[in-house]
């Protein structure tokens, strides 16, 4: 079975930080494409930030959070971090962690963790 399990939102401040992590189990962490994906009220899911298979050497981000986001991976826990900063209250949001095998044939998704900025 596998499993996403996000943790690390919450409530912050306009200019805070958060650090979110998602926790794999369940296949071979390093064989996943992943993903961050956050949705507010009455929106649509959007994808925020990627990070390819192996290394993670590639990563990609929506123009919204580019240089205020980072994603990351540490493959020998097989977690995916997603390091926030200058937070800003259009960043609240229920964000969720998406795992993708090789050649797109299953995707997984995590429960998703609340992020809210606001004073």
């Known amino acids: 079975q596998v499993r996403l399990v996000e943790s690390g939102g919450g409530l912050v401040q306009p200019g805070g930080s958060l650090r979110l992590s998602c926790v794999v189990s369940?296949?071979?962490?390093?064989?996943?494409?992943m993903a961050w994906f956050r949705q507010a009220p009455g929106k649509e899911r959007e994808s925020v930030a990627t990070?390819?298979?192996?290394?993670?050497?590639?990563?990609s981000y929506a123009d919204s959070v580019n240089g205020r986001f980072t994603i990351s991976r540490d493959n020998a826990k097989s977690t995916v971090y997603l390091q926030m900063n200058n937070l800003k209250p259009e960043d609240t949001a229920v964000y969720y962690c998406?795992?993708?095998?090789?050649?797109?044939?299953?995707?997984?998704w995590g429960q998703g963790t609340q992020v809210t900025v606001s004073a």
């Open positions: 998406k795992a993708v095998s090789p050649y797109r044939r299953q995707d997984y």
């Open positions: 990070i390819l298979a192996g290394r993670g050497v590639a990563t």
């Open positions: 369940g296949y071979t962490f390093t064989s996943l494409t």
